[in-house]
Each structure stands twice: as structure tokens, then as C-alpha cells.
């Protein structure tokens, strides 16, 4: 496995953005794809935004499309979500995570990696 470490998490207005990071460490990140998923209270975890391990794969939840943008830095072992005109309603705790496995989207029952997560809370 891989360690991961989210940060960047905090309260903004609506409208307003964050950039979260997700450093790793510990394993083979270069080789691995990396989801960003999030979970609201009550809620059930969901897949936000995803990169492939070479970055040539993107995905977005429609949800977020136009709004967020991932991407990844090999050489620093990080990844980042930029998160733009934030909403009420992107308010949840925001997860990083990481897979060997080849499924495309990935799924949350397939990442063999997680962050302990980052807070992000969107007031009105």
C-alpha cells in the first residue's frame, strides 16, 4: 500500500475555491490510478474526479464537471483537485485514494489506498 495524506480542506463562501493536495508516499504511486472521492453526512461515498496513472485518463462526476479539475504530479508524488464555484452542496469530507487495478472509472471498492480525508465545508 501506499500512504496517503490529504490537505487543503477548510470553509469558503459559495463561489469561492480550494485546492486540495494528496501527497503519497510509501509505494508505487506513478503506477497507480488515483480517485478523489467524497462523502457527505448520510451520504454515501462518491467518485468526484479521477486520473489515470500516466494522466491520460481523466474522469469527472457530472456533478462537477466544468467546476473541478484534477491532475498529478509524478515527480513530486502528488495530487491535486482543484475545486472552483463551490457550491453548498460539494460541503463533505473529501478522500484520496489509489489503485493497481485497471477499472476505468475506479471504484471506491477497488482502491486499495485512502487518505484519512479533508473537510470541506461550503457556506451559503
Known amino acids: 500500500q501506499v500512504q496517503l495524506v490529504e490537505s487543503g480542506g477548510g470553509l469558503v463562501e459559495a463561489g469561492g475555491s480550494l485546492r486540495l493536495s494528496c501527497a503519497a508516499s510509501?509505494?508505487?504511486?506513478?503506477?497507480?490510478?488515483i480517485g478523489w472521492f467524497r462523502q457527505a453526512p448520510g451520504k454515501e461515498r462518491e467518485l468526484v474526479a479521477a486520473v489515470s496513472w500516466s494522466g491520460g485518463y481523466i474522469y469527472y462526476a457530472d456533478s462537477v464537471k466544468g467546476r473541478f479539475t484534477i491532475s498529478r504530479d509524478n515527480a513530486k508524488d502528488t495530487v491535486y483537485l482543484q475545486t472552483n464555484s463551490l457550491k453548498p452542496e460539494d460541503t463533505a469530507t473529501y478522500y484520496c485514494?489509489?489503485?493497481?487495478?485497471?477499472?476505468?472509472?475506479?471504484?471506491?471498492?477497488?482502491?486499495?489506498?485512502w487518505g484519512k480525508g479533508a473537510l470541506v465545508t461550503v457556506s451559503s
Open positions: 485514494s489509489a489503485t493497481f487495478r485497471g477499472d476505468w472509472p475506479p471504484r471506491a471498492s477497488g482502491m486499495d489506498s
Open positions: 510509501g509505494g508505487s504511486f506513478t503506477l497507480r490510478n
